[in-house]
């Protein structure tokens, strides 16, 4: 097998050498705008995050921090990948600090963050009940977990990367996007709001779609899932 051939759908690769390049980072406005979107969606109820503490999980390279209101005392960034970290941790503000962990064993006491954030980080996950009970023991009562959920395997997700994301990979020079989404992307939307609706049943839970907003995870791209944890 070729090296080229190695290389198709890599994930590894993908992360390491495009994965910067394929956020809309660049000029590419139809594709800079959908990249933002979610982001503004998950942060619309919070105009202020005023004394908070507030765990990121799934970090990446810090595409969701900038969307964050500032006011809050504490913003802990983490990521399974302590390199990616330790590159972009000199770029974060003051209050922000990283931390190399597994989102599936966090290293935390019960019940002591006010907001838990997951970006793009569910669909990856071996274990999704396993990670939302670990996220939800680490919020305090009345806190709030903010979830993206990719809705794979959707019509409009799968229009939209034959569309956009896949020719914009491979003019990148990335070839496979397609089964780099199949090996990476494990768990589809159905599954994931099924067990999110019971792990958080005692709380209160609330589904939001876009860019439609009808209740379909076939149809729209993502759902952002808003849960407010007990008291």
């Known amino acids: 097998m070729s090296k080229s051939e190695s290389n198709r759908g890599n994930v590894e690769l993908y992360y390491k050498e ?72 000199g770029f974060l503000p003051s209050s922000a600090s990283v931390l190399a962990c597994d989102a599936l064993a ?32 680490v919020l305090k009562p009345g806190g709030k977990l903010t979830m993206y959920v990719p809705c794979e395997p959707g019509l409009s997700l799968r229009l939209f990367r034959k569309l956009f994301t896949a020719p914009k990979a491979k003019k990148l020079g990335f070839d496979g996007f397609n089964l780099y989404i199949s090996r990476d992307h494990i768990n589809d939307a159905f599954r994931v709001l099924n067990i999110a609706a019971e792990v958080f049943r005692a709380d209160s839970f609330k589904q939001v779609f876009r860019p439609f907003f009808f209740r379909s995870w076939y149809l729209n791209l993502f759902c952002i899932v808003q849960i407010s944890k007990a008291k």
Request: charged share 25%.
């Open 18 to 89: 495009y994965y910067s390049r394929m956020m809309g980072h660049d000029s590419d406005g139809i594709l800079s705008i959908l990249w933002k979107y979610p982001h503004k969606v998950m942060e619309k109820p919070f105009r202020s995050n005023a004394g908070s503490h507030i765990l990121e999980l799934g970090f990446g390279e810090g595409e969701h921090i900038g969307f964050v209101s500032q006011g809050y005392e504490r913003y802990l960034a983490t990521d399974i990948d302590a390199d990616r970290l330790n590159r972009i941790k």
């Open 106 to 137: 966090l290293p935390f006491e019960d019940a002591i963050f006010d907001r838990v954030i997951a970006t793009c980080l569910i669909a990856h996950l071996s274990n999704p009940e396993q990670a939302m009970i670990e996220w939800r023991r």
